[in-house]
Nanobody, 116 residues
Framework: QVQLVESGGGLVQAGGSLRLSCAAS????????MAWYRQAPGKQRDLVAA???????NYADSVKGRFTISRDNAKNTVYLQMNSLKPEDTAVYYC??????????WGQGTQVTVSS
């Protein structure tokens, strides 16, 4: 069984910063892609950023230049550094891992609220 445990969400004022973490544990041999998604109330879940095992990154246009995704392969952990936060970044942020066996695992989500 694989578990993803997220942390780092919270309430911050516009212009502030937060750092999210997601640690994968359990019976997972190798993780290919680690990613962050977010879902605002009444909206679909959208990709925020992704990173391959080799460090290749991909970002949504709305967060480019403000968010940085990184990972520690030895710890099976992915991070999302979020700077210059805006009220429209308010959402539940979910971690997702794609294993070498092409199985997706999701975290439970962490709330990020940005006040204006």
């Amino acid at each position: 069984q694989v578990q993803l445990v997220e942390s780092g969400g919270g309430l911050v004022q516009a212009g502030g910063s937060l750092r999210l973490s997601c640690a994968a544990s359990g019976s997972i041999f190798r993780i290919n892609v680690m990613a962050w998604y977010r879902q605002a109330p009444g909206k679909q879940r959208d990709l925020v950023a992704a990173i391959s095992s080799g460090g290749i990154t991909n970002y949504a246009d709305s967060v480019k230049g403000r968010f940085t995704i990184s990972r520690d392969n030895a710890k099976n952990t992915v991070y999302l550094q979020m700077n210059s936060l805006k009220p429209e970044d308010t959402a539940v942020y979910y971690c997702k891992c794609l294993s070498a066996a092409a199985i997706s695992y999701w975290g439970q989500g962490t709330q990020v609220t940005v006040s204006s």
